[in-house]
T-cell receptor, first 115, second 115 residues
Framework: AQKVTQAQTEISVVEKEDVTLDCVYETRDTTYYLFWYKQPPSGELVFLIRRNSFDEQNEISGRYSWNFQKSTSSFNFTITASQVVDSAVYFCALSGGPSGSRLTFGEGTQLTVNP | GAGVSQSPSNKVTEKGKDVELRCDPISGHTALYWYRQSLGQGLEFLIYFQGNSAPDKSGLPSDRFSAERTGGSVSTLTIQRTQQEDSAVYLC?????????????FGDGTRLSIL
């Protein structure tokens, strides 16, 4: 069975601080895909990034960066110079294998960025 | 272009009543998913449609839950004889063809409250 763990339930930072959200996953599949979604207070889940199991190259998009390490089954997400608008719940998710395209989500991390 | 549309936004009903939740996916998307988000259970997969058929309905929690999709477009999730534990936000998502690598695009959800 697939499992995603986000050990940090809540994180609170002050604006301009860097913050890293942790994600650890479990799967027996050799091919799988990892995703990060953002859920702002409005409620809609917004797709941020996808990574496949063959590509361990880290990615940077503006203030966002992602570190995928297959050896530790982790897919961590860093926000540099956080802003109040980054306040949201962030979900890590996993798809692939016999479960096909269904997403298995972590419990989510509530990030609060204070001015 | 329009995103995933769900209706109603909110639904309050009495225990024991039946409810129908509607999802209109992004035009042209053949894959459609239902998830449930509740405080105790996080984000859970319910059912996946490819066209009008449901190759994966393993997430439906009981036989009180059913879903259908007609014309390869709109989907309806029906909960019969509602119970208080059915209270949750029901999220619908769609993707172009249902591949595990494809990001799923979510609607705003239907918040269901059972009195």
């Amino acid at each position: 069975a697939q499992k995603v763990t986000q050990a940090q339930t809540e994180i609170s930072v002050v604006e301009k601080e860097d913050v890293t959200l942790d994600c650890v996953y479990e799967t027996r599949d050799t091919t799988y895909y990892l995703f990060w979604y953002k859920q702002p207070p409005s409620g809609e889940l917004v797709f941020l990034i996808r990574r496949n199991s063959f590509d361990e190259q880290n990615e940077i998009s503006g203030r966002y960066s992602w570190n995928f390490q297959k050896s530790t089954s982790s897919f961590n997400f860093t926000i540099t110079a956080s802003q109040v608008v980054d306040s949201a719940v962030y979900f890590c998710a996993l798809s692939g294998g016999p479960s096909g395209s269904r997403l298995t989500f972590g419990e989510g991390t509530q990030l609060t960025v204070n001015p | 272009g329009a995103g995933v549309s769900q209706s109603p936004s909110n639904k309050v009903t009495e225990k024991g009543k039946d409810v129908e939740l509607r999802c209109d996916p992004i035009s042209g998307h053949t894959a459609l998913y239902w998830y449930r988000q509740s405080l105790g259970q996080g984000l859970e997969f319910l059912i996946y449609f490819q066209g009008n058929s449901a190759p994966d309905k393993s997430g439906l929690p009981s036989d009180r839950f059913s879903a259908e999709r007609t014309g390869g477009s709109v989907s309806t999730l029906t909960i019969q004889r509602t119970q208080q534990e059915d209270s949750a936000v029901y999220l619908c998502a769609s993707s172009p063809t249902g591949g595990a690598f494809q990001p799923q695009h979510f609607g705003d959800g239907t918040r269901l409250s059972i009195l």
